[in-house]
């Protein structure tokens, strides 16, 4: 079973994830900040993965380490729960319009974190919600889940749009590098034999 569970406990923010792969698309989200429960929605919908969050972070300043440290429990849940990677198809890519918007997410389960991020989001804050933080968020998943991945937001005027695009395809980019190919049953897609 692909599953995972982690529990990330610091002066900031006490975050617990749970994690299930091969689930069917529902999600519990309790992170205290609204918009990104919504993000973090799509990405369960869309990857077709079980995802329970529950959060509490010192949103009185703002809700920037909650959101980080979410990426990066997030991260660890996901390393955890694909294991080896034996018979992975390793990448994944997406591209998801929403209206006017447009973006494509492509991924590598390389074993190396990177993220190049390219969105001009057209406003700075979507409600309370600061754009800047979706970068947190990504940089810290790829950290822990030591992937790559290149998000371009590659058409958009509305800033909600923009960043649901985003989530929606990274879902469906996550759910395709982390599906089991059967034609690669127990091998590790990588020359080096691991990844």
């Known amino acids: 079973m692909r599953r995972a569970q982690v529990t990330r406990d610091t002066l900031e923010t006490q975050i617990r994830v749970q994690l299930n792969l091969d689930g069917s698309g529902k999600s519990t989200l309790q992170t205290g900040v609204p918009f990104?429960?919504?993000?973090?929605?799509?990405?369960?919908r869309?990857?077709?993965l079980d995802l329970e969050v529950i959060a509490q972070g010192d949103l009185h300043i703002d809700a920037h380490h909650t959101v980080?440290?979410?990426?990066?429990?997030?991260?660890?849940?996901?390393?955890?729960a694909i294991g080896d990677k034996k018979g992975v198809c390793r990448y994944g890519h997406a591209y998801v319009p929403l209206d006017e918007a447009l973006s494509r997410v492509v991924l590598d389960l390389s074993g190396r974190p990177g993220l190049t991020l390219n969105v001009n989001f057209s406003r700075a804050r979507i409600g309370d919600f600061d754009v800047d933080l979706i970068h947190e968020f990504f940089?810290?998943?790829v950290n822990h889940a030591l992937v790559t991945l290149h998000i371009d937001n590659l058409a958009g005027r509305n800033a909600h749009h923009q960043a649901e695009t985003i989530f929606k395809a990274f879902g469906r980019a996550l759910r395709m590098a982390n599906a089991l190919d059967p034609a690669a049953a127990g091998i590790v897609p990588s020359t080096k034999g691991t990844l």
């Open 36 to 44: 990104f429960d919504h993000m973090l929605d799509q990405i369960a």
């Open 46 to 48: 869309h990857g077709m």
């Open 68 to 80: 980080e440290d979410i990426g990066i429990t997030l991260g660890q849940a996901f390393a955890q």
């Open 139 to 141: 940089q810290g998943f």
